[in-house]
């Protein structure tokens, strides 16, 4: 009769057991965070408070002059208009954009232009731009049209939620 | 020979202590999904509940032209009444006691254990504008906190108008 052998049956069935399991939860964790990652946006981009904000800054800035700003992006992919600089502002209006800004809890506002793809390519060559991480994930999120003429405010508030609006 | 059965002790203290760490890591991994999920459960509410307030109130001021802005004569509670032109007269009011929030018509009531913090409502006019420009700002922030988390999940209302032309706003309102 032939001898069996039962020794390290039990361990390399655990094994297998085990790596099946394993493997199925690192699967499921995989999507969890997939999931959990697109929550985490839906509620920090352009949030209602967020949009109504852009909308303030869009009517602040359709009653001034920006044809400076418009020169700004046209020639460069974006402007900062975060500090109200004078060479994008009216200086008549710069303390009331300060003051607008700081009501509105802004950490930085951007014009771009409509098509974003320019700004993209750049961000994504260029090593040193000023957006931090999370203004050049927003920024690739944005859906937008190609080819069309126009701009757009970017907003980062204070809060870490984002906001965009076409302007014009 | 003696046949031999069943498992020799060291497969079986391997087997025992696989078992047990995986066990382990299992229910680790299950306690913090079940803690997120509440987590973002309570987190979803109040983002939702901040939402929906913000757009009651920003949608009057966006289709509407301020006409005035008091504090309410008859409310005990902290309350502003605000009149549109060609719009309707509603009164913003916090009732910390039922942490309920009134405007007009809606009411809501706050998420549990979530309060309301100092509400602000203020009227800045800029010195130096040109007169063609805006140049007051209204400003109705009702901040709303929760124990768990440090964020604000209240309302920031800002309109901006020009007090050249409409100079019927009493810049003396506050909750």
């Given at each position: 009769m032939k001898k069996l052998n039962n020794k390290g049956f039990m361990m390399i069935e655990i094994l297998v057991v085990s790596t099946f399991i394993i493997s199925v939860f690192i699967y499921l964790f995989v999507q969890f965070r997939s999931i959990n990652h697109s929550y985490q946006i839906s509620f920090k981009y352009n949030t209602a408070n967020g949009l109504y904000a852009v909308n303030n800054i869009k009517n602040f800035l359709n009653y001034i002059d920006i044809i400076n700003i418009e020169n700004g992006v046209e020639d460069f992919y974006y402007v900062d208009i975060s500090e109200c600089p004078e060479n994008f502002i009216q200086s008549t209006v710069i303390e009331y954009c300060e003051i607008l800004f700081e009501k509105l809890n802004i950490e930085k506002v951007y014009i771009t232009k409509q098509d974003l793809t320019d700004l993209n390519l750049h961000i994504k060559r260029s090593?040193?731009?000023?957006?931090?991480e999370d203004t050049k994930d927003f920024i690739d999120y944005i859906k937008y049209d190609y080819k069309v003429n126009g701009y757009r405010i970017v907003a980062k508030f204070n809060d870490g939620t984002f906001g965009t609006l076409k302007l014009r | 020979m003696k046949k031999r059965n069943g498992f020799t002790t060291i497969e079986l203290i391997i087997t025992i202590t696989l078992t047990l760490v995986i066990m382990g890591f299992l229910l680790e991994i299950l306690f913090i999904l079940k803690e997120i999920y509440v987590s973002n459960g309570i987190r979803t509410e109040l983002l939702i509940k901040q939402a929906l307030i913000s757009h009651k109130i920003n949608q009057d001021f966006t289709n509407y032209e301020v006409e005035n802005i008091i504090n309410c004569?008859?409310?005990?509670?902290?309350c502003i009444e605000i009149s549109f032109k060609d719009g309707p007269t509603k009164k913003l009011s916090i009732d910390r006691n039922e942490n309920i929030l009134k405007y007009g018509d809606f009411v809501t009531k706050l998420v549990d254990n979530s309060k309301f913090g100092e509400p602000i409502a203020t009227s800045e006019t800029i010195i130096g504008?040109?007169?063609?420009?805006?140049?007051t700002i209204i400003q109705i922030k009702i901040p709303i906190t929760y124990p768990?988390?440090?964020?604000d999940f209240g309302i920031n209302i800002i309109y901006q108008y020009n007090s050249t032309i409409i100079s019927t706003i009493d810049d003396n309102f506050s909750f």
């Open positions: 090593q040193f731009t000023p957006f931090d | 004569l008859d409310e005990e509670d902290e504008v040109p007169h063609v420009f805006n140049d768990t988390y440090d964020e």
